[in-house]
């Protein structure tokens, strides 16, 4: 049929819908007629985090794919440093499944600024040494980042190397594992922890103080809960109770604090722990990593004081990205090498701590057969009742702060009932108008604390470091009984360590 030549289009007058309409006006332009809606209606208003949640998939993919993020990347490669981490390695554990980076995180305070050495307490002079060591393992499907801490205390030893100071041989010898690095580099601390854990070392990442807290910085702080005072002399960290957002300086002090419960260094990973999961949820939920003016400062805070091997590079980097683009808090999961009750002292190391043989050997296991670390505990939740230290093994001094008589004895021989070691000598307290039942204890006997806690219901926890394992409890108005406690074994997790995921540890 043929086709008839094409003409200028003119105006076709509209029909009426559903009624008369107005007449126009000459010159005047028609109203704008509204698009018939066809199919299911339409929602008034789309549901909260959508449209940011679309925005922030499609700037991923322009970020990890696009020009933009293959530019930032390459500016991130030209200003990183590298180090011949793998230089004449052999007798190497076998490849596994997965890739496994190993995190070094050095004391570098002698490129932090001199106002900043001052008010973050880094003074003395920078010891060349690892101040925070982390096994990080990305999983085949790329889908699952494990973290292990590994405590920079562990005795280890050291294989035949080159000393990379003097340049003396040295034959292997005893040492603390964060001093491998001041011996022999990253090239040492790699094989030492190869041959510790059996586990192949895929590639190197070193960060010093000063790209740690420009990066926090550039992401525009990070968020942290603490569900008490935490306040440590040594590195100036004063926080009350409650949520904060740190600054670069400010998660310095509270990644490196070492004295603010019993936990010593051990409590300080967990710390660590929970920072690198806020970390993550800071990048990952607000969309910081998806501006690209953001990112860049990022790289940029990372540029000049990073050092990564040879091999990790901009085009694995990329790869990385693309393969991890779902990635959330949690996807991650976090623990640390199961250790030894008791340290061990070493003449001329000091004191030194012992990885459990067996655990740790399951736990390095799972990360060479790229198996998942968080798994349900094998033995029943826990009941109301269930504590961790048995009450006999908690000794006990009660106090009447209040003006009922024979209150205080009632306490403790309520106590007494229940299991606890009270002394059986009960005394007036300084106060005699408490109204809340107060249980003051040490830090470093906090999970008895917990334990006398639950048998004082509403009770108030309050800390008084250096008061020993002698537990204070000033009797209140409160009171009314002393409820039944049980201790139960520690929760046993399917390889013999605890393991939790990034969402369990950082803020509600």
């Not at 230290?389 to 007494?416: E, F, K, M, S, W």
Request: hydrophobic residues 35%; proline residues 8%; glycine residues 10%.
């Amino acid at each position: 049929m043929p086709v008839p030549p094409r003409r200028p289009a003119r105006p076709v007058p509209r029909p009426p819908a559903r009624g008369a309409r107005r007449p126009v006006a000459p010159g005047a332009q028609p109203p704008r007629r509204q698009p018939e809606r066809r199919g299911r209606p339409r929602r008034r208003r789309e549901r909260p985090g959508w449209g940011a949640r679309m925005a922030t998939a499609l700037s991923v993919l322009v970020l990890a794919t696009g020009g933009i993020g293959h530019a930032l990347f390459t500016s991130l490669d030209t200003g990183i440093g590298r180090v011949d981490a793998f230089k004449d390695m052999n007798n190497r554990p076998a490849s596994g499944h997965g890739t496994n980076i190993l995190l070094v995180g050095t004391d570098g305070r002698d490129k932090v600024t001199p106002a900043d050495r001052k008010r973050y307490r880094l003074g003395g002079a920078p010891c060349r040494c690892t101040d925070t060591i982390m096994l990080a393992h990305i999983s085949a499907d790329r889908r699952r980042a494990s973290l292990v801490s590994l405590p920079r205390d562990t005795y280890a030893e050291l294989p035949e190397h080159t000393d990379a100071t003097t340049g003396e041989r040295h034959h292997g010898h005893p040492v603390k594992l964060n001093a491998a690095y001041a011996e022999g580099g990253p090239n040492l601390t790699i094989r030492t922890v190869e041959r510790m854990t059996g586990v192949k070392i895929d590639h190197y990442l070193e960060v010093d103080f000063t790209s740690f807290m420009r990066t926090v910085d550039a992401l525009g702080g990070v968020r942290i809960c603490t569900a008490r005072p935490m306040k440590d002399p040594y590195t100036g960290l004063d926080l009350p109770a409650g949520t904060h957002v740190l600054d670069g300086g400010e998660a310095l002090q509270y990644v490196r604090s070492r004295h603010v419960d019993g936990g010593s260094d051990l409590g300080r990973m967990r710390r660590q722990q929970q920072f690198v999961a806020a970390l993550i949820d800071r990048a990952t939920s607000s969309g910081a990593l998806l501006n690209p003016v953001r990112f860049r400062k990022v790289l940029g805070a990372l540029s000049g004081s990073v050092r990564a091997d040879r091999g990790f590079g901009t085009e694995e980097v990329l790869a990385l990205a693309r393969a991890m683009r779902g990635f959330t808090t949690a996807s991650s999961e976090f623990t640390s090498v199961p250790v030894e009750a008791a340290g061990v002292r070493i003449d001329g190391i000091g004191s030194t701590v012992r990885w459990d043989a067996d655990r740790a050997q399951e736990l390095f296991a799972s990360i060479r057969e790229d198996r998942p670390l968080t798994a349900r505990p094998t033995t029943p939740a826990p009941r109301r009742g269930d504590v961790d230290v048995p009450p006999r093994n908690v000794r006990v001094q009660v106090y009447n702060g209040t003006g009922i008589r024979g209150l205080g004895a009632r306490v403790d021989a309520a106590l007494r009932a229940a299991g606890f070691d009270t002394t059986r000598a009960p005394h007036n307290g300084d106060r005699r108008d408490v109204r809340r039942t107060l249980v003051a204890y040490d830090p470093r006997w906090d999970r008895s604390a917990k334990s006398l806690a639950a048998a004082l219901p509403g009770a108030r926890l309050s800390a008084a470091p250096g008061q020993g394992p002698l537990m204070k409890v000033t009797a209140g108005a409160d009171f009314e009984a002393v409820r039944p406690v049980r201790a139960v074994a520690p929760v046993r997790w399917p390889g013999g360590y605890e393991a939790r995921t990034g969402d369990q540890v950082v803020c509600p």
